[in-house]
């Protein structure tokens, strides 16, 4: 606590139909498309992340009306977002949920686009040398820092003590995982505002290091 107005978890979507066929999904435009949603493996992980994180808000002393789900607007999030709800009883058009477009997947660009998974070790290598470096056409880590900086101060912005659910993809969440975690661990860490000491942190040593947060699908972790 002490860096944000707010208590943070973050959820992976369940196991989505690309997941399934070993397809990258990355852009806004086919991310949004039906048939990328979640398989039915992936629908009982979102549920079994519900009845977990509902679990979480009792141990917390956490009532429901203080929860807010914060999602990507991609196909495979939306669904997973839309179960967790249903587990807790809320509404996906309700004032307690809302999309964000910055919380959006990563584009890993052209070249990438609708390959198979198995490409992925080639963009976390040249994570690895340059998380300024952009795929061919994509994002760079640090252009996702970027992105989820502005949906962290709208989120902060617009709640206050809450128990936000962030339910994104993979790479935004380890990236933004990263950040949240060498920005705690920042001396004199109760200096300036939240996207002035993301900024401070947004350096190669930081953002080369965020597959150690990765999530499996489905995975549900609390962060701050």
Known sequence: MGITRNRYWVLRH??????????????LENGKLE???LALEGIN????AGELFLKELKEN?????????????????????EVVASVLNLSLQGPQTKVYEDLRERYFGPTF??????????IWDLDAKDPFMKPEGGESVADVVTRLTNALVQIESEFQGCAILIVSHG?????????????????????????????????PSVLSQHRKHALLTGQLRAVV
């Open 171 to 203: 790479d935004p969440l380890q990236i933004l995982q990263t950040i949240l975690k060498a920005v705690g661990e920042q001396a004199g860490a109760n200096g300036g505002d939240l996207a002035s000491r993301i900024e401070a942190v947004k350096v």
């Open 35 to 37: 048939k990328y949603k």
């Open 61 to 81: 002393d956490i009532p429901l009306e203080n929860v807010r789900i914060c999602y990507s607007p991609f196909s495979r999030t939306t669904h997973t977002a």
């Open 45 to 48: 992980q979102a549920q079994l």
């Open 14 to 27: 369940g196991k989505s139909i690309p997941n399934e066929t070993g397809l990258i999904v990355s852009s």
């Open 113 to 122: 686009e609708l390959q198979s998974h198995d490409k992925y070790s080639e």
